[in-house]
């Protein structure tokens, strides 16, 4: 539920808050009064397109916040958010909030955390249902209907496990796409895999190896040099005409005469002897060394041969030697699976076979399921439409379903072949993403005189006939739905009389499960409200601003009188009269 909504320099608006109420809310005011306003503010919040025209004059930016108590939910709001990084929900409550300046730039937050605009809009989706008087295309789509006729139905786990089965057969499909090629590009597939496989294969990687070639590599390319340099240290040791070992020997046996006259040397004999025995042991380790360089010209060549070998492959295959040996091992996969084709088909076409007998049985169960349910939600909304002054309209739903499956070919797809299903469900849905719901297509009609032909939902002209027909279906589904606000946007126009009173009274009856803000013109349709606001645009400062107001059960017969016409005792008498029908009213107000 909607909880909060607080608007800032948006149109007429400086600063505005509206805190709603459970069940209907309505919102009534002159015409241009900026009752609309809400409504731009609530789509902006919930990702809707931003407008810098927005901005109120003199104002460099403009923002909304909406809270929503979310405790009751259907959604899976919370993996979302964790999901995408975004903060939990304190206490049940979800923040939302939507900053737009002069410059154009506009930025978005949930609970705090700077989002983007995609997954504001779908979570918006999650929490708001919207309706404007010309604005019914979510009634238009056969896909959405088909949603309504199965939420009617409670089919929805039916048809889920029908969309997995198409997942899983769409993969198979792209799996078969893959190996069924020309004998040209077969062949060519082939011999490029071949190739590569033998070259990284026979090139026996190992990991971290050219680290070590490179590194044997300098020291053999330098060997002459290592060679030359470790003799000359080795000659200053020993070999020279004034070796260090030789001037040690003689600075050991001055200090050991030193230690004879002086006991106190005895610290720089022991200093001494430390030293010389270092010397020693670095002779000894560059005698070795120099024993172990090795300037070999042809192992010079192997270790260049090598790491040019190593470096080619990183520049085919993978900037390391582990991506080219995964690279490797996945060539030869496909090498083997290119190899086996004909296995590998045999196998994938009868894993489809499968799935699509088990797609064919899951659709005709689905479908069957639906035409049990079309006659009861037929019914009930011919029941509503009924009350909504449609007294003898028609109301059905038309069902196209894929034909039965004809004997086939050993190999062949189990579905039809005339059918649009006739590669599969899965493929065919990649085409057309209804297929993922069903072997079934639907179209709600409607006929709202009694002698008329029924007609597909979208052909009806009139914005007040698809106000009903969507309120009817709206009130019937109020329980199913699972998008807890409900916002209608003067889709009463066109509307009068008793009918008036019924949409009213259905707004009510939706309101029971879902809240529901409702902007109208109409005082039948606005009497039934849980809670009842007005908008009133005044001068202040010298500045045009639009304010909105909760109505004591007093203020609301004087603007229900309004509506009705004037402030006369008649007018009153009669708004008085509309709040009465709904006694426990003034008690909530």
Same mark, same amino acid.
């Given at each position: 539920?909607?909880?909060?909504?607080?608007?800032?320099?948006?149109?007429?608006?400086?600063?505005?808050?509206?805190?709603?109420?459970?069940?209907?809310?309505?919102?009534?005011?002159?015409?241009?009064?900026?009752?609309?306003?809400?409504?731009?503010?609530? +789509?902006?919040?919930?990702?809707?397109?931003?407008?810098?025209?927005?901005?109120?004059?003199?104002?460099?930016?403009?923002?909304?916040?909406?809270?929503?108590?979310?405790?009751?939910?259907?959604?899976?709001?919370?993996?979302?958010?964790?999901? +995408?990084?975004?903060?939990?929900?304190?206490?049940?409550?979800?923040?939302?909030?939507?900053?737009?300046?002069?410059?154009?730039?506009?930025?978005?937050?949930?609970?705090?955390?700077?989002?983007?605009?995609?997954?504001?809009?779908?979570?918006?989706?999650?929490?708001?249902?919207?309706?404007?008087?010309?604005?019914?295309?979510?009634?238009?789509?056969?896909?959405?209907?088909?949603?309504?006729?199965? $939420?009617?139905?409670?089919?929805?786990?039916?048809?889920?496990?029908?969309?997995?089965?198409?997942?899983?057969?769409?993969?198979?499909? $792209?799996?078969?796409?893959?190996?069924?090629?020309?004998?040209?590009?077969?062949?060519?597939?082939?011999?490029?895999?071949?190739?590569?496989?033998?070259?990284?294969?026979?090139?026996?990687?190992?990991?971290?190896?050219?680290?070590?070639?490179?590194?044997?590599?300098?020291?053999?390319?330098?060997?002459?040099?290592?060679?030359?340099?470790?003799?000359?240290?080795?000659?200053?040791?020993?070999?020279?005409?004034?070796?260090?070992?030789?001037?040690?020997?003689?600075?050991?046996?001055?200090?050991?005469?030193?230690?004879?006259?002086?006991?106190?040397?005895?610290?720089?004999?022991?200093?001494?002897?430390?030293?010389?025995?270092?010397?020693?042991?670095?002779?000894?380790?560059?005698?070795?060394?120099?024993?172990?360089?090795?300037?070999?010209?042809?192992?010079?060549?192997?270790?260049?041969?090598?790491?040019?070998?190593?470096?080619?492959?990183?520049?085919?295959?993978?900037?390391?030697?582990?991506?080219?040996?995964?690279?490797?091992?996945?060539?030869?996969?496909?090498?083997?699976?290119?190899?086996?084709?004909?296995?590998?088909?045999?196998?994938?076409?009868?894993?489809?076979?499968?799935?699509?007998?088990?797609?064919?049985?899951?659709?005709?169960?689905?479908?069957?399921?639906?035409?049990?349910?079309?006659?009861?939600?037929?019914?009930?909304?011919?029941?509503?439409?009924?009350?909504?002054?449609?007294?003898?309209?028609?109301?059905?739903?038309?069902?196209?379903?894929?034909?039965?499956?004809?004997?086939?070919?050993?190999?062949?797809?189990?579905?039809?072949?005339?059918?649009?299903?006739?590669?599969?469900?899965?493929?065919?849905?990649?085409?057309?993403?209804?297929?993922?719901?069903?072997?079934?297509?639907?179209?709600?009609?409607?006929?709202? +005189?009694?002698?008329?032909?029924?007609?597909?939902?979208?052909?009806?002209?009139?914005?007040?006939?698809?106000?009903?027909?969507?309120?009817?279906?709206?009130?019937?589904?109020?329980?199913?739905?699972?998008?807890?606000?409900?916002?209608?946007?003067?889709?009463?126009?066109?509307?009068?009389?008793?009918?008036?009173?019924?949409?009213?009274?259905?707004?009510?009856?939706?309101?029971?499960?879902?809240?529901?803000?409702?902007?109208?013109?109409?005082?039948?349709?606005?009497?039934?409200?849980?809670?009842?606001?007005?908008?009133?645009?005044?001068?202040?400062?010298?500045?045009?601003?639009?304010?909105?107001?909760?109505?004591?059960?007093?203020?609301?017969?004087?603007?229900?009188?309004?509506?009705?016409?004037?402030?006369?005792?008649?007018?009153?008498?009669?708004?008085?009269?509309?709040?009465?029908?709904?006694?426990?009213?003034?008690?909530?107000?």
């Amino acid at each position: 539920m909607l909880t909060t909504l607080r608007i800032k320099n948006l149109a007429l608006v400086p600063d505005l808050t509206l805190e709603l109420q459970p069940g209907c809310n309505v919102i009534t005011g002159e015409t241009g009064a900026g009752k609309s306003i809400i409504i731009g503010a609530l +789509n902006l919040v919930l990702g809707d397109r931003a407008d810098r025209s927005l901005l109120r004059s003199g104002s460099d930016s403009c923002s909304v916040e909406a809270v929503f108590e979310i405790k009751k939910l259907r959604a899976p709001l919370g993996p979302f958010l964790e999901e +995408n990084g975004l903060e939990p929900c304190d206490d049940h409550q979800l923040v939302l909030k939507r900053t737009l300046n002069s410059a154009g730039a506009n930025r978005q937050f949930i609970n705090g955390t700077p989002t983007s605009l995609a997954t504001l809009a779908t979570i918006g989706e999650w929490l708001v249902d919207m309706h404007g008087p010309h604005d019914h295309q979510s009634l238009l789509h056969p896909a959405k209907q088909l949603a309504i006729l199965d $939420a009617f139905g409670g089919l929805e786990k039916e048809r889920a496990a029908f969309g997995e089965r198409v997942r899983s057969r769409a993969a198979l499909a $792209a799996e078969k796409s893959a190996l069924i090629v020309d004998e040209k590009t077969y062949a060519q597939q082939l011999d490029l895999l071949r190739f590569q496989v033998k070259e990284i294969s026979s090139a026996r990687l190992q990991p971290g190896e050219d680290e070590q070639v490179e590194a044997a590599f300098q020291r053999s390319s330098n060997a002459a040099r290592l060679l030359q340099l470790s003799q000359t240290a080795l000659d200053a040791l020993s070999e020279n005409d004034n070796p260090l070992m030789a001037q040690a020997g003689q600075m050991g046996r001055t200090l050991q005469e030193l230690q004879r006259v002086d006991a106190g040397a005895e610290g720089m004999v022991a200093l001494h002897a430390q030293a010389a025995g270092a010397w020693r042991e670095l002779q000894s380790e560059l005698s070795r060394y120099a024993e172990n360089v090795d300037i070999d010209p042809a192992q010079l060549q192997q270790l260049e041969a090598r790491m040019d070998l190593l470096r080619s492959l990183k520049r085919k295959y993978g900037a390391t030697l582990p991506e080219v040996m995964a690279f490797g091992a996945e060539a030869a996969a496909k090498l083997a699976a290119l190899e086996g084709r004909d296995a590998e088909l045999a196998r994938i076409n009868q894993a489809l076979d499968a799935l699509d007998a088990t797609l064919l049985a899951a659709g005709k169960k689905l479908t069957a399921a639906r035409r049990k349910v079309i006659p009861l939600l037929t019914k009930a909304v011919v029941r509503q439409l009924a009350d909504l002054g449609f007294r003898q309209s028609q109301f059905d739903v038309d069902i196209r379903s894929a034909a039965a499956p004809s004997p086939r070919p050993a190999g062949a797809s189990s579905l039809p072949e005339t059918s649009a299903l006739a590669d599969g469900p899965a493929v065919a849905a990649e085409r057309a993403a209804p297929l993922r719901t069903g072997l079934d297509e639907i179209e709600f009609q409607f006929a709202p +005189n009694p002698g008329e032909p029924a007609r597909p939902l979208r052909a009806i002209a009139s914005s007040g006939e698809m106000a009903r027909v969507m309120l009817a279906l709206k009130t019937v589904l109020a329980a199913q739905d699972e998008i807890p606000v409900l916002v209608f946007d003067e889709v009463d126009a066109n509307v009068g009389g008793e009918t008036a009173h019924a949409v009213g009274e259905k707004m009510k009856q939706i309101a029971a499960n879902r809240q529901v803000l409702c902007i109208t013109h109409l005082p039948q349709v606005a009497a039934p409200a849980d809670a009842h606001y007005v908008v009133t645009k005044l001068i202040r400062d010298g500045r045009t601003v639009s304010e909105i107001t909760r109505l004591t059960p007093k203020e609301r017969v004087t603007e229900l009188a309004r509506m009705l016409g004037g402030q006369t005792d008649a007018a009153r008498k009669h708004a008085r009269s509309l709040l009465s029908s709904d006694p426990e009213s003034a008690d909530r107000d």
